[in-house]
C-alpha cells in the first residue's frame, strides 16, 4: 500500500518567487492537511481539504493556498516567498476525521535564499 | 484555545533503560491524543493514538501510553530503550466535532538520545 507522497523533496527558491508543492494521498483517503515545520515555530497547520473543499485554516497569511482535486491530491501554493517561509512542509492524509488517525509524507524541504 | 505541552526538550537514557516521555494537553473535553516519532529528514510516524477505547494504549515498536483525564495527561513509555528508538517524538491533540477537521496541534517535541 502506497503512503503519502509529496512531491519534490527539496526546493530552493529566491525571495519573490512563488512554489507550488504537491502531495497524493493513500488511496482512498479523502481529506490531506499541511503542516509547516521550523526550529523555532515547530509544527504549525496550514489548511485542510476535503472533497476538494477547504474545511479548516490555520494562521497564515494569505500568500498560503491550496486546493484539492477531484482524485484528492492536493497542492499548496506561497506566493511572493519570503526567507521566514524556510521550513519542512508536511502533507497529512486521514479517510474522513480525526479519529482515523492521519498518516504524513516525508516532506518537503523548502529553502527560501 | 487547545495547547499541547511536552515537559523536557531532551531526555537521555542508557539502552535498556525505561523511556518515558511526558505530554499534557489543555482542554475540557477529552480529544484524540497522538503519539508521532520523527526520524531526521523524514516525516512523522504514527506511534499510537487514543479515541475513547482503553485508556492504556498499545502502539507501534514496544511503546504505549496511558490516558489519565484526571491529570490530562498521556504520557508515552517503553519498557526497554534501542538504540534505535533515538529520534524526535511529538505529542498531538486533536479536537473533536467537525470545526477542528485535520488539524492537530503538536507540542514542541522531545528529543530522545539513548546512550549505549
Redesign the interface.
Known sequence: KAG?T?TPRYLIKTRGQQVTLSCSPISGHR???W?QQTPGQ????LF???SETQ??K?NFPGRFSGRQFSNSRSEMNVSTLELGDSALY?C?S?KR???S???????T?LTVV | AQSVTQLGSHVSVSEGALVLLRCNYSSSVPP?L?W?VQYP??????LL?Y?SAATLVKGINGFEAEFKKSETSFHLTKPSAHMSDAAEY?C?V?E?G????????????TTLQVKP
Do not use: C, D, M, P
Request: net charge positive; aromatic share 20%.
Open positions: 503519502v509529496q481529506s490531506v492537511s503542516y515547530g509544527l504549525q497547520f485542510e481539504y476535503f474545511r479548516n490555520g508536511l497529512a486521514s476525521t480525526g479519529e488517525g492521519y498518516t504524513f509524507g516525508s516532506g524541504r | 484524540y497522538f508521532y529528514n523524514q516525516g512523522l510516524q504514527l493514538k479515541t511529538f498531538a486533536s473533536r467537525s470545526s477542528n477537521t485535520g488539524k492537530l496541534i503538536f507540542g514542541q517535541g
